[in-house]
T-cell receptor
Framework: KQEVTQIPAALSVPEGENLVLNCSFTDSAIYNLQWFRQDPGKGLTSLLLIQSSQREQTSGRLNASLDKSSGRSTLYIAASQPGDSATYLCAVFLYGNNRLAFGKGNQVVVIP | SAVISQKPSRDICQRGTSLTIQCQVDSQVTMMFWYRQQPGQSLTLIATANQGSEATYESGFVIDKFPISRPNLTFSTLTVSNLSPEDSSIYLC???????????FGPGTRLTVT
């Protein structure tokens, strides 16, 4: 069974610092990995999608890397802003059963 | 990317009643998914809804408790029946892009059962 772990579970950083969020998964037979943002009580917003053949994806201040062989992904958010405060979820799409397996999220607070 | 809307956005219901949640997509999609997110937890897949066939339920979820309809390629409903406080959660629908399997989510329905 695929297990997805996100570390740290929660973190607070001062505005302007770079954020580093980690995601690990136990089964490397994934089709892709997706990072989402969730604001309290709201739905999920897709941030970045990395296909299994790719090493990284970038969108603005966000950069996500994928090391499939070691079962790791990292989301970098440069120059954090208070508006980046949210929970960030990592999910892997699995070959075979065509299901998303989610981590529990990294809860981020950016302090002005 | 698909744009998904859900109704209602939130509701407070009494135990023993039912709530039907609607999910509308702005494009035709083959598969729609329903998730539950209990307080402080991550997302759990309830079922997959294909148009023209019965929904496929994940382990621990049954049709009597979570009946699903999928009348066409842009719309689905999830009913949560015989509500109890343990059903208090955010319910989300999602769709996937056929070629990349990228997932898109609706804004969620926040259900509180009293």
């Amino acid at each position: 069974k695929q297990e997805v772990t996100q570390i740290p579970a929660a973190l607070s950083v001062p505005e302007g610092e770079n954020l580093v969020l980690n995601c690990s998964f136990t089964d490397s037979a994934i089709y892709n990995l997706q990072w989402f943002r969730q604001d309290p009580g709201k739905g999920l917003t897709s941030l970045l999608l990395i296909q299994s053949s790719q090493r990284e994806q970038t969108s603005g201040r966000l950069n996500a890397s994928l090391d499939k062989s070691s079962g790791r992904s990292t989301l970098y958010i440069a120059a954090s802003q208070p508006g980046d405060s949210a929970t960030y979820l990592c999910a892997v799409f699995l070959y075979g059963n065509n299901r998303l397996a989610f981590g529990k999220g990294n809860q981020v607070v950016v302090i002005p | 990317s698909a744009v998904i809307s859900q109704k209602p956005s939130r509701d407070i219901c009494q135990r023993g009643t039912s709530l039907t949640i609607q999910c509308q997509v702005d494009s035709q999609v083959t598969m729609m998914f329903w998730y539950r997110q209990q307080p402080g937890q991550s997302l759990t897949l309830i079922a997959t809804a294909n148009q023209g066939s019965e929904a496929t339920y994940e382990s621990g979820f049954v049709i009597d408790k979570f009946p699903i309809s999928r009348p066409n390629l842009t719309f689905s409903t999830l009913t949560v029946s015989n509500l109890s406080p343990e059903d208090s959660s955010i319910y989300l629908c999602s769709v996937e892009e056929a070629e990349t399997y990228e997932q898109y989510f609706g804004p969620g329905t926040r259900l509180t059962v009293t």
